[in-house]
């Protein structure tokens, strides 16, 4: 990215984005200093992507390999009881898993798509 961000957020979906991700997007596009990495297998679809915005394809088996690779261990699949993902269990892990991805940030964390920023 052009700009460095002092603070970087990771969000991470696979399958289709819920019919509001227009308005978390547009949440995400409205904090500016802050840096948004997205991962999934499908980018998601709005009108103008915010430019503090940065999607990464990846497919549920690809992160499964970098589980693998970066921590030694992994599930045999990302889905757990139901529809829940187990990608949940893993996010305090993200900064070992994409340490590429936050070189350059001071801080960081990670959201849900359902989440609105203010």
Known sequence: PAMSHQVCMMLMRWG???PW???T???LEL???VRFIIFGDSRPKVAAWPSN???HRQTAADLLKRLRSRLGTAPRTLNGMGSTSKISDFKPMLGALY???LAGCGFWGY???DQMLG
């Open 99 to 101: 340490p590429d991805m």
């Open 21 to 23: 991700i227009s308005v």
């Open 53 to 55: 915005c940065e999607f």
């Open 111 to 113: 959201m849900q798509e």
């Open 31 to 33: 904090n500016p200093a």
């Open 16 to 18: 289709e984005w819920p």
């Open 25 to 27: 997007m547009r949440t």
